[in-house]
Every structure is written in structure tokens, then in C-alpha cells.
């Protein structure tokens, strides 16, 4: 099927957690406070799925029209820490009528510059 064109977002870092976890009232100090992270046996903070989650969203937001987005699911692989640099690539995989409209079907995934998926999905847009 057709791949879409990837997108590569930069380093993430601690200062876009703390930010996200004002933004989001996430305040778990394991997204944000090192001592914790470490006692928690996380080797240091590690950055809120959501936050992925939100980046693969808005991949899907510059790939296709926002106001078509029917569905958009998604499953956390692995976690993501300060200093990885994230790449979301995504692909169609068909079409499908639902609700009396025809859509267009696909998959995103999130992964760091070693290759680990952060994150799959699967989206559809109406068409």
C-alpha cells in the first residue's frame, strides 16, 4: 500500500516533559523528577505516552484533513527517554465503507533513531 511521507521530530528532552506535564496535569514525578525515576527502577524520568501518542497524532493531522479523523488507536511498545529523537512513519492499507461513508484505512508507528517502535496504531479518515 502507500507509505506516508515520515516525519522526524526532534531530541525529546526533559524540559518538553516538564512542560507537557503542566500542560496535560500529568504531574506522575516519573516524567519529570530523576530521583524518583531512578527509585522507581526507570533508570531516570521517561516521557508520558501521551505526549508519543500526540505526536503520532499530529503526523496524521499533517498527512490527512483533522476534521476527517474517524478513528485512531494506538499501543505503547516501549517507553521513550530524554535524548531520543523520534521518527513517525505511517502507511494506507485500504479503503472501507462504515456509517454510509467510504474510508481510507492505515497504520502509525512511532520509533527512535535505533529503530525501537515506541508506538503502533491504526487510523481512519473519511474520504
Do not use: C
Amino acid at each position: 500500500m502507500s507509505e506516508l511521507k515520515m516525519i522526524h521530530k526532534p531530541e525529546i528532552t526533559h524540559t518538553q516533559l516538564v512542560k507537557y506535564a503542566g500542560a496535560s496535569g500529568d504531574f506522575n514525578p516519573i516524567h519529570t523528577v530523576v530521583p524518583v525515576g531512578e527509585k522507581a527502577g526507570l533508570d531516570g524520568v521517561i516521557a508520558h505516552g501521551m505526549l508519543i501518542m500526540g505526536m503520532a497524532g499530529e503526523a496524521l493531522a499533517e498527512w490527512f484533513p483533522r476534521k476527517d479523523l474517524r478513528r485512531f488507536k494506538v499501543r505503547f511498545s516501549k517507553m521513550t527517554r530524554p535524548g531520543e529523537k523520534l521518527t513517525i512513519e505511517g502507511r494506507v492499507t485500504g479503503e472501507k465503507w462504515e456509517d454510509n461513508e467510504k474510508r481510507l484505512t492505515g497504520e502509525v508507528s512511532v520509533k527512535n533513531e535505533a529503530g525501537e517502535q515506541k508506538l503502533s496504531g491504526r487510523f481512519e479518515f473519511k474520504i
